[in-house]
């Protein structure tokens, strides 16, 4: 068994305008985990993810704070011990509506490299500063 502290991870800072941020805690390229890729995501009051879409499933567990979330066009609230199992190719986006910061536990299968996942997240935010 492998203990992981995630205060001691340090993670990745996403800039706005979808600012977070990522630890990626168990990934291929994290710990050496082929079958999963496991992430704790940390939105920061006000803001929100982009809306996309991936080429598998993705698990997002709300830990703490609340917001909302978009998917394929319909919003519903978000709060604490809530669980999304988003589907492939469902457009989706997770907004901080709150003060305090929002932390999500998320989880793809199959996995995505940690260093795949990041760059593509990084890619949008850029992009969205450009327009």
Not at 35 to 60: C, G, N, V, W
Request: glycine share 4%; net charge negative; hydrophobic share 40%.
């Amino acid at each position: 068994m492998e203990i992981i502290k995630s205060w001691q991870e340090e993670g990745v800072t996403i800039p706005k305008p979808y600012k977070r941020h990522l630890k990626i805690v168990l990934a291929p390229d994290r710990r050496n985990v082929p079958e999963i890729t496991f992430t704790f995501a940390y939105l920061y009051p006000q803001s929100m993810t982009d809306y996309h879409k991936h080429d598998r499933p993705e698990l997002i567990i709300v830990l703490s704070g609340r917001g909302k979330t978009v998917c394929d066009g319909v919003e519903t609230d978000l709060e604490p011990d809530m669980a999304l199992w988003v589907q492939k190719d469902e457009m989706h986006q997770v907004v901080n509506t709150g003060d305090e910061m929002m932390k999500l536990a998320t989880v793809f299968v199959p996995a995505y490299r940690a260093e795949e996942l990041i760059s593509g997240i990084l890619a949008s935010a850029e992009e969205a500063k450009r327009d």
